[in-house]
T-cell receptor, first 114, second 113 residues
Framework: SQKIEQNSEALNIQEGKTATLTCNYT??????LQWYRQDPGRGPVFLLL?????KEKRKERLKVTFDTTLKQSLFHITASQPADSATYLC?????????????FGKGTKLSVKP | EAGVAQSPRYKIIEKRQSVAFWCNPI?????LYWYQQILGQGPKLLIQ????????DSQLPKDRFSAERLKGVDSTLKIQPAKLEDSAVYLC???????????FGSGTRLTVV
């Protein structure tokens, strides 16, 4: 069956450390994968998109990797801050880029302690 | 740039009643999505529009849910009759091309009692 899994429901880290979140998928061949941030009571906010032919993408303190062999994406936040505390969702396109809709994981709730 | 507008923000109804949600996407965004997010879950796609045509409604429970996007701009999502399991946040999102990041609204939190 097709699945998209974010392996931790919650992740607690100390301020200043690097947070690493994992997204694994099975039986999909996505053309791209996206990461979103969601705060309580708000809609998800788009952070980064990485395509199947890209190994790594960076934006300020954020870094995403995409390994289509392992069927895995890693999302890193370096020098984490309490303001980074939120739920992070990974999403992929199930149609290989042909249709433009996304399947979302359940999310990982990140808590950064001062 | 104005964001995606949704209303109402909250709605409480009894089971078997009907309810409608409204969405105004970002100006110029051709693709519009409705997602359902149950507490503790990721968003689940209900329907995708490209302009005013339906691209994907395979997960929309068509016996009770309906959606339309007249003139390719605003959209409404209706539930009739509602069930207890429809309690969720209903998120609208729009995208310029459908192949990039989405912009989500803040959602409508529906409670069915």
């Amino acid at each position: 069956s097709q699945k998209i899994e974010q392996n931790s429901e919650a992740l607690n880290i100390q301020e200043g450390k690097t947070a690493t979140l994992t997204c694994n998928y099975t039986n999909y061949s996505p053309a791209y994968l996206q990461w979103y941030r969601q705060d309580p009571g708000r809609g998800p906010v788009f952070l980064l998109l990485i395509r199947e032919n890209e190994k790594e993408k960076r934006k300020e303190r954020l870094k995403v990797t995409f390994d289509t062999t392992l069927k895995q994406s890693l999302f890193h936040i370096t020098a984490s801050q309490p303001a980074d505390s939120a739920t992070y969702l990974c999403a992929l396109d199930p149609w290989g880029g042909s249709q433009g809709n996304l399947i979302f994981g359940k999310g990982t709730k990140l808590s950064v302690k001062p | 740039e104005a964001g995606v507008a949704q209303s109402p923000r909250y709605k409480i109804i009894e089971k078997r009643q009907s309810v409608a949600f409204w969405c105004n996407p970002i100006s110029g965004h051709a693709t519009l999505y409705w997602y359902q997010q149950i507490l503790g879950q990721g968003p689940k796609l209900l329907i995708q529009f490209q302009n005013n045509g339906v691209v994907d409604d395979s997960q929309l429970p068509k016996d009770r849910f309906s959606a339309e996007r007249l003139k390719g701009v605003d959209s409404t999502l209706k539930i009739q009759p509602a069930k207890l399991e429809d309690s969720a946040v209903y998120l609208c999102a729009s995208s310029l091309t459908g192949l990039g990041g989405y912009t989500f609204g803040s959602g409508t939190r529906l409670t069915v009692v």
